[in-house]
Nanobody
Framework: QVQLVESGGGLVQPGGSLSLSCAAS????????WDWYRQAPGKERELVAT???????TYGDSVKGRSNITRDAAKNTGYLHMKNLEAEDTAVYHC??????????????WGQGTQVTVSS
């Protein structure tokens, strides 16, 4: 059984920064990609950033230029750093990973979500 456990988040002042991490554990052969999504109340889920096993990176338009997604393959952990936070960044942030667990295809897994609130 694979689990993704997120940490970080909480209350951040406008203009501040946040660091989120997502640790995968269990029967993992390889993590093909990491994604971070967020969902604010009353809004649809939004892709924040993606990083592949080859380190190809994509950012959502709303966070470009102030976000950094990284991964540590040895630790099976993904990271998201954001700066210059705004109230509009308030949301529940979820990590997602496509993981090779020894089956024909990779399996998508989700973290439990962590609340980020940007407020003074």
């Amino acid at each position: 059984q694979v689990q993704l456990v997120e940490s970080g988040g909480g209350l951040v002042q406008p203009g501040g920064s946040l660091s989120l991490s997502c640790a995968a554990s269990g029967r993992i052969l390889n993590i093909h990609s990491w994604d971070w999504y967020r969902q604010a109340p009353g809004k649809e889920r939004e892709l924040v950033a993606t990083i592949t096993g080859g380190d190809a990176i994509t950012y959502g338009d709303s966070v470009k230029g102030r976000s950094n997604i990284t991964r540590d393959a040895a630790k099976n952990t993904g990271y998201l750093h954001m700066k210059n936070l705004e109230a509009e960044d308030t949301a529940v942030y979820h990590c997602h990973a496509n993981i090779d667990v020894g089956l024909v295809a990779t399996i998508p897994y989700w973290g439990q979500g962590t609340q980020v609130t940007v407020s003074s």
